[in-house]
């Protein structure tokens, strides 16, 4: 790339704007100077592998272990440091894999137990984590465990799911709905009652008041934790426990005055939830190393995340942080929401942040091309430990999948209004062939490539230099080598306009990251900050070496990270 300087006074000969360190916005400090502990997964760059769609190594069309295995130099030279990989376990595959039918083996379309083992070690043997899913909330109806429970009213595992009687003129025990849409209870013709699901009629709901469900969960994860894992994301975990009276939801209309919609206030983060997420802490840290949870904790509101810390940190270490994908991608909203999740952590807690997964659209997708270099600085240098989705990096978006090719079966509840989550699940595009490299081209894969394959892979973008994969791996490694952009810490710089702006400092080392959201190209005097900087990365350019912070000039949707040199405050 041409090396462009920039000469602000001929630039449209405008004034700068001064820009001051937020006086009023607190600082907010590494866990690691508040807490002892300088875990690992503090300052962990996770990597979710959406295990169907990474690679298939059997050629059959469908994503697995061994296929993760072969992958990792990929992973390696790219600079996660973990990965969080979904369900492999033994699933009639209703959910893709969350429809859980035996918790300690392996799918056998995902490989075998060996494979696992051998995946392990070799993520191991490159410095690479490895955390698995665990779906608490529920079973498939295909597990044994719900087969004997179904199988009558006295049967000794009646009481492991959640059964209660018809009312008097038949219809459900209350009003609760599935977020997937309809009535959470299914009918059981057999043993003439119903059974909660809060997903799928075939993801029947455990009784977690039930202390056997606590204990054969406890051998689950030992056996798991026996094995060396680093780590259990759980799934839906704060919707484990219920209202034990099974209220009535409360029902509001919805902003266009149509449809009811329920919050799900009865089964949401009920308070007897945490005295079983501490007990799943005790399991994991009666085991040597420094293992990890991560919650998908459906938390929106700041508060609420808070209480999945547990009182003590003694719950859940990683919280998702999902509150950006519902977030407009403007600065001053961006701005705002992080401020509040910062100032809402428990002390020593540390932020897991989350823009991007298997439910949701893809970034690019979400907030439009221009931005995707600047969704990727926000989440490699904000304070906490990020996590990426497979194919963020290489710049994946969402593709229409005709009805016909549909499998998620969210997508075809509501077709028309709602195409479900294969868009944001497609194959994984290595390379430019008809199938990238996913599967063999002969071999037809669980999901249609994306046609952009051409150009969105990794073979073509390893060699570019100016790729969105270079620019994600230079981050990565930048943030790596970067003690300020892993555990220093951070302080918010006034609103100003399009531009959202934050120091991150460890010791000597001070970096200034800023990010233009917007189309203009805003003149900022920074030199509140340090006479001078040196620019690290530019999202859009090179810039020269030293820039002088009294008149800094972004390109439109540029971000940069600065390395502050001496002076200011
Ligand atoms: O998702 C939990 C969840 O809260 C869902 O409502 C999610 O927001 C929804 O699927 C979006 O359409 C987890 C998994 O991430 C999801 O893939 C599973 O379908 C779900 O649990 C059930 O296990
Ligand atoms: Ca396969």
């Known amino acids: 790339m041409p090396s462009l300087a920039i000469d602000c006074k001929t630039e449209m000969g405008r004034e700068p704007m001064l820009v001051h360190l937020d006086a009023d916005a607190q600082v907010f400090e590494a866990p690691t100077d508040a807490h002892p502990s300088t ?13 169907r769609s990474f690679q298939d190594s059997n050629g059959d069309g469908i994503g697995d272990l061994r296929g993760i295995e072969q992958r990792l130099p990929y992973l390696q030279q790219l600079g996660v440091d973990a990965l969080w990989i979904t369900p492999f376990y033994p699933s009639p595959m209703a959910d893709f894999g969350y429809d859980v039918a035996d918790y300690t083996a392996v799918d056998p379309s995902f490989g075998t137990m060996a494979d696992f083992d051998r995946l392990l070690q070799a993520a191991h043997d490159r410095d690479i984590r490895i955390v698995i899913d665990m779906v608490l909330n529920h079973t498939s109806d295909a597990h044994p465990w719900f087969a004997e429970s179904r199988s009558s009213r006295t049967n000794p595992k009646r009481d492991w799911y959640i059964w209660r009687d018809a009312q008097p003129d038949g219809s459900p025990p209350n009003n609760w709905t599935t977020f997937f849409g309809g009535s959470a209870w299914a009918w059981d013709e057999t043993t003439q009652q ?7 009629d075939r993801q029947p709901d455990l009784n977690w008041r039930n202390p056997e469900v606590i204990a054969a969960v406890d051998d689950v994860l030992r056996f798991w934790l026996d094995k060396g894992i680093d780590g259990f994301r759980l799934d839906a975990i704060n919707f484990l426990i219920k209202h034990a009276d099974f209220p009535d939801m409360p029902v509001v209309t919805n902003a266009t005055g149509g449809d009811l919609v329920q919050y799900h206030v009865h089964v949401n983060n009920q308070p007897e939830l945490h005295p079983l997420l501490q007990n799943v802490r005790r399991v994991l840290e009666s085991y040597p190393g420094e293992r990890v949870l991560i919650g ?7 508060p609420e995340l808070a209480e999945f810390y547990g009182a003590d940190l003694d719950e859940i270490h990683l919280p998702m942080i999902v509150l950006p994908l519902h977030t407009p991608w403007q600065a001053a909203a961006m701005r705002q929401c992080l401020l509040e999740f910062y100032a809402g952590l428990p002390p020593g807690a540390t932020p897991h942040f989350v823009f991007s997964n298997h439910d949701d659209k893809r970034l690019i997708t979400r907030y439009g091309y221009e931005q995707h270099r600047s ?9 906490g430990s990020p996590i990426l989705y497979y194919g963020d990096e290489i710049a994946m978006c969402d593709m229409f999948i005709p009805l016909e090719k549909r499998v998620d079966t969210a997508g075809l509840i509501d077709p028309d209004t709602y195409p479900g989550r294969d868009p944001n699940r497609t194959p994984m595009q290595w390379d430019a062939s008809q199938h990238a490299g ?7 894969p669980w999901l249609p490539v994306n046609e952009n394959r051409s150009t969105i892979n990794v073979a073509v973008q390893a060699a ?6 270079t620019f994600y791996t230079t981050l990565l490694h930048l943030r790596r080598d970067s003690r ?3 555990v220093g810490s951070i302080r918010f710089l006034e609103e100003t306009g399009d531009v959202l702006a934050y120091v991150r400092t460890f010791g000597d080392e001070r970096l200034l990251i800023a990010i233009n959201f917007g189309s203009g190209s805003p003149i900022l005097d920074l030199s509140e900050l340090a006479d001078q900087a040196h620019c690290v990365l530019s999202s859009t350019l090179q810039r020269p070496d030293a820039v002088a912070l009294a008149a800094v000039a972004l390109n439109a949707y540029e971000s940069v990270v600065f390395k502050l040199g001496a002076g200011g405050t």
């Open 39 to 51: 875990a690992w997964w503090r300052s962990a760059v996770f990597y979710e592998v959406y295990i």
């Open 464 to 469: 570019a230099p100016d790729s969105t994969l």
């Open 438 to 444: 996913f599967t063999p081209d002969t071999v037809e």
């Open 484 to 486: 300020a952009l892993r």
């Open 375 to 383: 969704i990727a600085v926000l989440l490699l240098t904000l304070l």
């Open 194 to 200: 119903y059974y909660l699901h809060l997903f799928l």
């Open 296 to 302: 998908e904790t459906g938390t929106l509101k700041a």
